[in-house]
């Protein structure tokens, strides 16, 4: 079981990425997917989770459009990140645990983790 996030790297302020998250091993059936990210010196925060066997996303914060997530319903998980802050600098990880099990805004009841995406924004 594990995943791999991909897509980081050096933007700008007021640029987009995508995130990915590939998943092998396991299926997507019955787990939810979420998004998370640790700048250095905080704590982990929650971004997003998605359920991909009804495509029902969960949004931690409340900023429309600046964080999307979406699935290929197959084996990955996307986050669109827009408008990106420097105050965005921070590793991505990605996660996935049992449905029912799962709090997204914390990250309990994830139980595999990737190992994370660098993301860095230059003012």
């Known amino acids: 079981v594990q995943l791999v996030e991909s897509g980081g790297g050096l933007v700008q302020a007021g640029g987009s990425l995508r995130l990915s998250c590939v998943a092998s091993g396991f299926t997507f059936d019955d787990y939810s997917i979420g998004w998370y990210r640790q700048a250095r010196g905080k704590e982990r925060e929650g971004l997003a989770c998605i359920i991909p066997s009804d495509d029902s996303a969960y949004y931690v914060r409340s900023e429309p459009g600046r964080f999307t997530i979406s699935t290929d319903n197959a084996n990955t998980v996307y986050l669109d990140v827009n408008n990106l802050e420097p105050d965005d600098t921070a590793v991505y990880y990605c996660?996935?645990?049992?449905?029912?099990?799962?709090?997204?805004?914390?990250?309990?009841?994830?139980?595999?983790w990737g190992k994370g995406t660098q993301v860095t924004v230059s003012s």
């Open positions: 996660a996935a645990g049992v449905l029912g099990i799962v709090v997204c805004p914390t990250g309990v009841g994830m139980t595999t």
